[in-house]
């Protein structure tokens, strides 16, 4: 048996507005979201998850990236995978099409539902209610960024059940056009993850996200703006939402 096993839920998504790309997950295991989540702006994003095999999404990019649909580069890497009933994949390419798969010897409650720019997928579950949850939020709530989508996602997959092991992490990811993340957040360890992932986006949603705007983009290498430089010039505590220590 390969791969590191993270039973877990996640939706991987697309915004039908912005073109971003994003997945959002959380599982009874620890850093869930560096493990599972694959990102490649303007082609596609996997979550590989129960047995984890990297590899799976990253042939399933490159298959993206060479033109292959979803459920056609899903197909590909699965057959050549040995191991294909321990794994559960979503995928969602840069055209908002989807596939899933679960094999036979994921952990029960195991399931999936997907459709245009979104795969809702999770093993391990309380029920089949916490995948209910994830498809029905992302579908409820198109004019959001797909950031905030995401996030309540989780949140309404976690008040339903969620993983039926408990609760240790959480993570979410999101890419625009450029080769940088707009959000990349994790919660690695903590008793109710999905809360602590919310508070960790308020507060970036107030001090990271304007910094990451000013970043540069593929077509004008901008300077920050001066806003910017002002509001992170402060200590934590004394900035928009706050966080963090005044305390060298």
């Known amino acids: 048996m390969t791969g590191i096993q993270a039973n877990t839920f996640s939706i991987v998504a697309r915004c039908d507005r912005t073109g971003e790309l994003g997945v959002a997950v959380a599982s009874a295991v620890p850093a869930v979201g560096a493990i599972c989540p694959y990102v490649r702006p303007g082609i596609g994003a996997v979550t590989t998850q129960s047995w984890v ?21 899903l197909a590909g890497a699965l057959e050549s995978d040995p191991e294909a009933d321990l794994r559960q994949v979503g995928v969602v390419d840069a055209n908002g099409r989807s596939a899933v798969w679960t094999g ?24 089949p209610q916490v995948i209910d949850a994830l498809a029905k939020t992302f579908e409820a709530h198109p004019a959001d960024s797909l950031a905030e989508r995401l996030m309540t996602c989780l949140e309404a997959a976690q008040a339903v059940g969620g993983d039926k092991r408990g609760k240790q992490a959480a993570g979410l990811i999101v890419f625009g056009e450029e080769v940088y993340a707009t959000v990349d957040l994790r919660v690695d360890e903590d008793p109710d993850p999905v ?54």
């Open 104 to 127: 036979a010897s994921c952990t029960a409650w195991h399931g999936s539902r997907n459709g245009t720019n979104f795969s809702a997928q999770g093993n391990m579950l309380t029920g």
């Open 53 to 73: 095999n990297p590899y799976l999404a990253t042939t399933i990019l490159d298959a993206l990236a060479a033109g292959s649909s979803a459920e056609a580069a």
């Open 195 to 248: 809360a602590r992932l919310r508070k960790v986006f308020e507060v970036a949603r107030s001090q990271l996200m304007p910094f990451v705007e000013g970043m540069p983009k593929r077509t004008s290498p901008s300077a920050f703006p001066s806003s910017v430089m002002e509001l992170l010039l402060k200590s934590p505590p004394e900035r928009p939402g706050g966080g963090g220590s005044d305390r060298p």
